[in-house]
């Protein structure tokens, strides 16, 4: 009379709801699960009737659920805004982000390269230090102009292209693909503008040192569940596939295969969680009129499944629900195509200002004057530390 059951409901349900990157996307799993209840029932033996003990434990864990993503009361205040957003959703488990990356490792050294275990090669000879990376404030996703943490290794990597001149990426050019490609290499080095440029071969040049700053990233916002990170340069490494925006041949597949593997290095080396691989239009910011994309290299079009991410355009953009950012039609122009991150992001301010009671513009305006006190805060530190 006993029941076989067909996987215990509680245990099945984190580990899909964990494999499913997007928030939305895993509340809506969540949500339908609760209304179907298929996997939350287990299999009697023929002939057998449930007994009301396994009913009683089904009911449970469906009450589980409905806690779990049950429509709340409106929050009153930011920060209550953001934890009741939270509990909404399942966690990615740490183990499961640990998988997520790849275990890549150092196979061979010499003094001109480097080889990885996932096939990566490094050409270390164009290699120079700039300026040792300092530790970067992390603030809260909540409010105040005061950070909460602080961070010493790199947290994610932001891609760009190099916006330089291309020659037809064809066998007869070979030459010039080179003399171009090695006269990008100096310009970058010279400016100390990138940790790596990947160039139309797919060679992988390691420019600035990984323990010290690039000059890639500007005035830039990005944050994850740990918090808000603000100028980028310390905190992620710049990334950068010898390309231009609208080019014919904008990235060359063998280009794609090598930013691959390089992300898998770096994710392995460092722990960083894919929502940290980012573009640079996704981060780049112009506080002079407060709308995103001051850069916009990437700003549509980056082959995250090829280089293995899922589609980070998705996530909401930091800098517009954090620090009330705008953009405009000249900045959706350069997408190509709307992204969902975007509506995300305006979405979670909409909540947020009827959470506070204000309009939206109004709202924006608190926002943006938090931004401005850190940036002038971090500014003042900066030129203290040049002095």
């Known amino acids: 009379m006993a029941q076989i059951p067909i996987l215990d409901a509680s245990v099945w349900v984190e580990r899909q709801a964990g494999r499913i990157a997007d928030p939305v996307d895993r509340l809506r799993f969540l949500r339908r699960e609760m209304r179907q209840g298929t996997r939350l029932r287990t299999r009697p033996r023929q002939g057998t009737q449930p007994r009301p003990k396994h009913r009683w434990r089904q009911a449970s864990l469906v009450v589980g659920l409905i806690a779990m993503v049950a429509i709340v009361p409106v929050p009153t205040?930011?920060?209550e805004t953001f934890a009741k957003e939270e509990r909404l959703v399942v966690p990615i488990p740490k183990a499961l982000l640990a998988d997520l990356a790849p275990r890549v490792w150092l196979v061979d050294?010499?003094?001109a390269s480097e080889l990885y275990s996932n096939g990566l090669r490094i050409d270390l000879t164009f290699t120079v230090a700039n300026r040792p990376r300092s530790r970067f404030p992390i603030f809260s996703l909540a409010g105040g102009a005061e950070p909460v943490d602080e961070g010493r290794q790199p947290v994610g990597i932001v891609y760009h292209t190099t916006e330089s001149n291309l020659a037809p990426f064809e066998e007869e050019e070979n030459h010039r693909l080179q003399r171009i490609g090695r006269n990008?290499?100096?310009?970058v080095r010279q400016g100390r503008s990138y940790h790596y440029v990947i160039d139309r071969f797919g060679r992988v040049?390691?420019?600035v040192e990984e323990s010290d700053a690039a000059n890639h990233a500007g005035t830039s916002i990005w944050a994850d569940s740990r918090g808000v990170y603000v100028n980028l340069n310390d905190s992620f490494l710049g990334v950068s596939f010898e390309g231009r925006t609208g080019a014919v041949d904008e990235v060359?597949?063998?280009?794609?295969?090598?930013?691959?593997?390089l992300t898998e290095m770096l994710r392995s080396r460092y722990g960083i969680a894919t929502e940290n691989c980012v573009t640079h239009a996704q981060v780049s910011v112009n506080p002079q009129?407060?709308?995103?994309?001051?850069?916009?290299?990437w700003a549509g079009k980056f082959p995250f499944a090829g280089v293995g991410l899922p589609d980070n355009y998705s996530i909401p953009v930091a800098s517009m629900y954090v620090f009330g950012f705008d953009y405009d039609s000249v900045f959706l122009r350069a997408t190509g195509t709307r992204w969902r991150g975007l509506d995300l992001a305006e979405l979670r301010v909409a909540r947020q200002s009827a959470a506070e009671g204000l309009e939206t513009r109004q709202y924006r305006a608190v926002l943006?004057?938090?931004?401005?006190?850190?940036?002038?805060?971090?500014?003042?530190?900066?030129?203290?530390v040049m002095k």
């Open 368 to 384: 943006q004057h938090r931004y401005k006190d850190i940036a002038s805060a971090l500014k003042e530190k900066s030129e203290e």
């Open 205 to 207: 040049y390691r420019v």
């Open 184 to 187: 990008l290499i100096e310009w």
């Open 77 to 79: 205040g930011t920060a």
């Open 252 to 261: 060359t597949p063998a280009q794609v295969a090598a930013g691959k593997v």
């Open 109 to 111: 050294k010499s003094g």
């Open 289 to 297: 009129n407060m709308r995103i994309g001051e850069h916009t290299d």
